[in-house]
C-alpha cells in the first residue's frame, strides 16, 4: 500500500535494471524475478499480479479486437484499486489507441472505439495529421511514419521507449516501496519484451543462413 510498508530487503536483492531496455539480455530472468516477488506481503502481491497478467496478456497475438481490448480494459479497472498500477495500465491502453488510430486511418477505417482518455480528441481531430497531438506527444509523427513505412521494428522500439522514458522518471521517485516494486515490474517487462524478440529474430537469421548454407552445399555436391 501507499506509504505502508517498506522492500528494502527486496529492492536490495534485484540487480540493477539497464539504462535504456534495447540491450541484449535481461539482468534476471523472470523464475528468479518471480522467486524475490515472494517477499511482498500477500496484499501487495495480489495486487501486483493483476499488472502482471495484464503485461502477460497485452504479449499475446495482434489479432486481438479493439472489442477485446476494451473488454479487457473494462474488467481491469474495476479490479484495480492501486493508483500506480491504474496509472501503468492507462499509459499502455492510451499508447495503444494512439497505435490502432494510425493503423485504422491509414486502412481508411472509422475512428477507434471509446477507450483511454484520448478517444475524444482523436475522434474530434479524425482529419487532422496525427490527430494534433504532435505538442502533447512528440514522438506520434515518428511513429505515423514508421507505421506508414511497415518499419514494425523501429515502431516497436519507439513504443516501447516512450513507455520506458515515462516510467523510468516515476522510478526514480519512489524507493524501497511497493511502488518501487511495481516500476521495477513494468520496466523489467519491457527489457525483456525487446530481448525476447532478439532472441526470436536471431534463431530466425540463424535459421535462415543455416539454409542457405546447406542449399549451397547440396547444389555444390550435385
Known amino acids: 500500500m501507499i506509504g505502508g510498508r517498506s522492500y528494502y530487503t527486496l ?11 534495447d540491450v541484449d539480455r535481461c539482468p534476471i530472468t523472470w523464475p528468479r524475478l518471480e522467486d524475490r516477488l515472494r517477499l511482498l506481503e500477500p496484499e501487495d502481491h495480489a495486487m501486483l499480479s493483476q499488472l502482471i497478467d495484464f503485461l502477460a496478456w497485452d504479449r499475446q497475438p495482434l489479432e486481438r479486437t479493439d472489442a477485446e481490448m476494451i ?8 479490479k484495480i484499486t492501486h493508483p500506480v498500477i491504474r496509472g501503468l495500465v ?3 491502453i492510451n499508447l495503444r489507441t494512439i497505435v490502432s488510430a494510425l493503423r485504422r ?12 482518455c484520448w478517444t475524444d480528441t482523436i475522434r474530434r481531430w479524425w482529419s487532422q495529421p496525427q490527430f494534433g497531438l504532435q505538442t502533447r506527444f512528440p514522438w506520434i509523427e515518428e511513429l505515423d511514419r514508421l507505421m506508414a513505412s511497415n518499419s514494425t521494428r523501429q515502431a516497436e522500439r519507439l513504443i516501447l521507449s516512450v513507455h520506458w522514458s515515462k516510467w523510468s522518471r516515476e522510478a526514480s521517485e519512489h524507493h524501497f516501496s511497493f511502488e518501487a516494486v511495481l516500476l521495477y515490474v513494468a520496466r523489467w517487462s519491457l527489457v525483456h519484451r525487446w ?6 529474430a536471431g534463431r530466425e537469421r540463424f535459421e535462415n543462413t543455416l539454409s542457405k548454407v546447406l542449399e549451397n552445399h547440396v547444389q555444390l555436391a550435385n
Open 105 to 116: 486511418r491509414r486502412l481508411g477505417e472509422g475512428s477507434p472505439p471509446g477507450i483511454g
Open 11 to 21: 529492492i536490495a536483492s534485484l540487480p540493477a535494471l539497464p539504462t535504456r531496455f
Open 195 to 200: 530481448t525476447s524478440q532478439n532472441a526470436v
Open 90 to 92: 492507462d499509459d499502455w
Open 71 to 78: 473488454a479487457r480494459y473494462d474488467t481491469l479497472m474495476k
